[in-house]
């Protein structure tokens, strides 16, 4: 037995570490770079800042957040690509430069380019120029830091001829010309020698354990899932915020579903063939198909309205005074609850209950029933005392099984009824985009649901003692 | 019966004393062809015009012209069709297209309000929306897009779950007997093939994302077909290695166990959260998106019931009669094992497809991953909650929806009971 378990929770680690790398390469290919978004979020004044001081602090954030740090432990990459370019710092860059490194195959003309242009970029920002050749001078340094962003030959080439434009405008000096032709010499040495070969022949590079990935890892086992992008806090912090009331309703909804399901169950098994079979069965199977967010609105349209029947709150989890004593706050509470409640739990029933009266057909044709019903027992007993028993071993594993379709009516529900849950944080970060929230949530649930599954497994061996996990 | 007993007519025969089933069954051949036909019914340009001495079809074109067959002749290009004069005119009988904005009638009209249209013939049966959009037409092009959703994702469910299953479940953890160097040199193709087949191509996989969901989706299948090739090249190649005795002394590959693993790994992320993760990540999101997203997600029923009957079946005597006979593995399990294994595919299809339609509404509801061009049933359901009074768009696509998928599962009903052997008589 102990075994099994051992075995169990041995399994369970590579399908942990399989989900976390799915994530993982999610939230990598996510768009938008991460240091940058942070960065004008947190900064009211991100304009005016210094441009020095702000690429400063690019850097520092980039290396708070371990971007600065290759990907994953390795990486199959072409011969062609710089196993170096990771420590190029801005994103859109370094994903523009990536590209180039994808047409021309030559990872060594293309660093001097993007030197080169550099090099121009820096010298044409401490260019003297005049007062009235000012509006030339910012075209000028435009048109070059979009070259950054440039990979196509002919723009790119455009581009360039327009900066040397600019500079004769500006009248500068003969320097400035041979700055620029150096840019452009390096550009032209990229394209007209270019080894395309080499984007076809694979290497591997090792990077060691200082990876983003290992370090996102082991940060996450400690309960650090980064930084919100647009909140200026960790994501557990927002997490466990949320956490109280879709837990408290997963419980509640699990017991409430079991609760009438079991026994709804057992009787239309008991009655089978009879109109309260049918009837049973018809109203779960309406409910089954009900769409949980039509139901929902219909409720906030016409329960909670003072045009229809104002029977219910719209919103929130409670509105009590400050004096009110704890029944006061409970029947709050409990008002507040009972519309998302149901929409959480209608579902359920039906598919619980249909289990249950399969489980207890097959209970009812098995012999020692039949052995119950010869020594004269009364059906109560039959059904309730010897039946139900093994009948319930099945329904056991359904917990972990109605565990995801719980998170996933918590997003709806929360949503429209606009509880403070992790449903309605992760349909909030989905709107605006928090890519750490949405990821953490997506591995959280992942986590919950696996534990669940590890759990019914487990008491489902403990209850059933005919089950044997020893090796055969 | 008079005539050769075939199990088909059987399962019909069983199927058709289901009354709801089979009610169920004929009304969703009736919503098919609503769905197939909803340019022709409800649209926005005529059924049939002369205009400037020619003849046309318009609402039949638009069939033509969405899969990009022809294009509008130069008459038609910028023409506003309501407004426009013609010879000879014929409207289709719901005069709205789905997206048509009617600023006459618009800000929620009722249907029992009095309309600004010129005759009973114009009336908006079911309504409007807060721009004028006619509801009718829009739930009638819901229906396109739901069955569209079923379709697409089950097919997709059925292609992969029955590929894993049946494989899962024909060889086992110990009869997929590799020769030693084969399995070894695998770990060094899959990067390989991977190489090839997706890290050269990433730039292409990723423009063609960011121009539509549709190319992604192809270029990545592209990409995995050619994963594929070149690791079937690869593996051609150690061909004359395995003669060697070392290496070509075989092992098993326990394939069960890793198809289960990844069983297990898409059962644990909740599909809602992963396809709102993905719809995030992805540039251009549409419905086709959450489509393949679902079908992604949704084949392990189908990949288990399908591994469950292969272990059945697998012992069979014909089974036994097809390796004495010499047949390739190949042969044994797509000509005569899987034709029985599909019993319980077909109930899983059917609850497969209610199911997907129910969360393409919920994400299109919640306006998770739908185009401003794509008209689903979600979506018009979610415009009528900024006003609670009109209850004609809170209504209508929500008894659609709930009518579609009961029929769905209804059929799903009939058939495990058509399919029960239980209940043979």
């Known amino acids: 037995m102990l075994q099994y378990i051992l075995k169990r929770i041995l399994v369970f680690v590579p399908t942990l570490l399989v989900i976390s790398l799915l994530t993982f390469t999610l939230s990598v290919h996510s768009p938008g770079d991460p240091v940058e978004i942070i960065m004008n979020a947190s900064s009211e004044s991100g304009q005016d800042a210094d441009k020095i001081a702000k690429k400063d602090e690019y850097q520092k954030m980039r290396h708070k957040l371990n971007l600065?740090?290759?990907?994953?432990?390795?990486?199959?990459?072409?011969?062609?690509?710089?196993?170096?370019?990771?420590?190029?710092?801005?994103?859109?860059?370094?994903?523009?430069?990536?590209?180039?490194?994808?047409?021309?195959?030559?990872?060594?003309?293309?660093?001097?380019?993007?030197?080169?242009?550099?090099?121009?970029?820096?010298?044409?920002?401490?260019?003297?120029?005049?007062?009235?050749?000012?509006?030339?001078?910012?075209?000028?340094?435009?048109?070059?830091?979009?070259?950054?962003?440039?990979?196509?030959?002919?723009?790119?080439?455009?581009?360039?001829?327009?900066?040397?434009?600019?500079?004769?405008?500006?009248?500068?000096?003969t320097g400035a010309g041979s700055e620029i032709s150096k840019v452009k010499q390096s550009f032209h040495t990229m394209v007209t020698q270019p080894t395309a070969w080499k984007n076809y022949f694979p290497t591997v590079h090792w990077y060691g354990f200082e990876t983003q990935y290992h370090l996102w890892l082991s940060k996450m086992l400690v309960g650090d899932f980064g930084l919100s992008y647009y909140k200026q806090q960790p994501v557990i912090t927002m997490i466990l915020e949320r956490i109280g009331p879709t837990f408290m309703f997963s419980i509640l909804s699990i017991i409430i579903a079991f609760a009438v399901s079991i026994p709804v169950g057992m009787n239309s098994a008991i009655h089978k063939g009879t109109k309260k079979d049918t009837f049973i069965t018809i109203l779960l199977f309406v409910l089954y198909s009900l769409p949980s967010f039509w139901i929902a609105t219909l409720f906030i349209n016409y329960f909670t309205n003072s045009e229809y029947l104002d029977w219910f709150p719209v919103k929130g989890l409670q509105n009590y005074a400050d004096g009110a004593d704890f029944v006061e706050r409970t029947l709050n509470y409990a008002h507040h609850m009972v519309l998302p409640l149901f929409c959480y739990v209608y579902s359920s029933f039906a598919f619980i209950s249909r289990q249950m009266r399969g489980s207890m057909l097959q209970t009812l044709s098995q012999d020692y029933i039949r052995t119950a019903w010869a020594k004269g027992l009364a059906p109560k007993q039959v059904y309730w005392k010897h039946a139900i028993r093994n009948s319930l071993l099945p329904i056991i594993t359904l917990v972990a099984s109605i565990f995801p379709s719980l998170i996933a009516g918590s997003i709806v529900i929360e949503s429209l009824f606009t509880l403070p849950g992790l449903g309605m944080l992760a349909y909030e970060a989905e709107v605006i985009k928090d890519f750490p929230v949405i990821f953490t949530i997506m591995l959280l649930s992942a986590v919950f649901t696996l534990i669940g599954y590890l759990v019914s497994d487990i008491l489902y061996a403990l209850v059933d003692p005919r089950i044997s996990y020893s090796k055969k | 019966m008079s005539d050769k007993f075939s199990y088909r007519k059987y399962v019909w025969q069983q199927f058709k004393k289901n009354r709801p089933a089979i009610v169920a069954y004929y009304f969703i051949v009736v919503m098919a062809v609503v769905a197939l036909l909803s340019n022709i019914i409800a649209n926005d340009k005529p059924l049939y015009c002369q205009y400037k001495g020619n003849t046309y079809f318009p609402a039949a074109r638009e069939y033509l012209v969405d899969a990009g067959l022809v294009q509008w002749p130069s008459d038609l290009v910028n023409i506003s069709w309501k407004i426009e004069s013609y010879d000879a005119v014929l409207w289709p009988l719901i005069p709205y297209g789905p997206r048509e904005l009617d600023f006459m009638n618009d800000r929620y009209k009722s249907p029992f309000d009095v309309q600004d249209v010129a005759s009973q013939r114009w009336h908006h049966w079911l309504g409007t929306d807060e721009q004028g959009r006619d509801v009718l037409s829009g739930v009638i092009h819901g229906t396109q897009t739901a069955f569209m959703v079923g379709i697409v994702s089950v097919s997709i469910t059925l292609f992969i779950g029955i590929i894993l299953g049946a494989i899962a479940g024909f060889y086992g953890d110990h009869e997929l007997q590799i020769s030693r160097v084969r399995f070894w040199s695998n770990f060094i193709f899959l990067p390989i093939a991977f190489f090839y087949g997706f890290q050269v191509r990433s730039y292409a996989i990723s423009d063609a994302f960011g121009a539509s969901a549709f190319d992604g989706f192809a270029q990545m299948f592209f990409s995995f077909f050619l994963f594929l090739v070149v690791l079937a090249i690869l593996n051609f190649l150690l061909w004359p290695l395995k003669k060697i005795s070392f290496l070509g002394k075989k092992v098993a590959l326990p394939i069960d166990l890793l198809i289960n693993r990844v069983i297990e790994v898409v059962v644990s992320v909740p599909g809602l959260i992963l396809i709102m993760a993905v719809v995030a990540v992805i540039a251009k999101p549409s419905i086709f998106v959450v489509m393949v997203l679902i079908g992604l997600m949704g084949w392990t029923g189908i990949a288990r019931f399908v591994r469950a009957e292969m272990l059945r079946v697998k012992k069979m005597e014909f089974m036994e009669a097809a390796k004495a006979f010499g047949y390739s593995d190949f042969r044994s399990i797509v000509k005569h094992a899987l034709p029985n294994c599909l019993t319980p595919v077909f109930i899983a299809a059917a609850f497969g497809i209610a199911g997907a339609i129910l969360t393409e509404s919920t994400l299109s509801f919640l306006g998770i991953g739908v185009a401003p061009e794509d008209v689903t049933w979600g979506s018009l359901l979610s415009a009528g909650r900024s006003n609670q009074h009109a209850h004609w768009l809170i209504l209508t696509p929500g008894i659609a929806i709930f009518i579609v998928v009961t029929f769905f599962n209804l059929v799903g009903e009939g058939l495990t009971d058509a399919l029960d052997p239980r209940q043979k008589k």
Request: glycine share 2%.
């Open chain 1, 68 to 173: 600065d740090l290759p990907v994953f432990y390795f990486s199959v990459s072409a011969l062609s690509e710089s196993d170096t370019l990771y420590k190029i710092p801005e994103k859109l860059q370094r994903e523009n430069l990536a590209r180039l490194v994808d047409h021309y195959g030559n990872w060594d003309k293309v660093s001097v380019y993007y030197q080169s242009l550099q090099h121009f970029e820096n010298y044409a920002a401490h260019l003297k120029v005049s007062d009235s050749l000012q509006d030339h001078w910012i075209a000028l340094q435009q048109i070059t830091s979009e070259l950054y962003f440039k990979s196509d030959a002919a723009i790119i080439e455009n581009r360039l001829s327009e900066v040397e434009k600019q500079l004769l405008l500006i009248g500068a000096s």
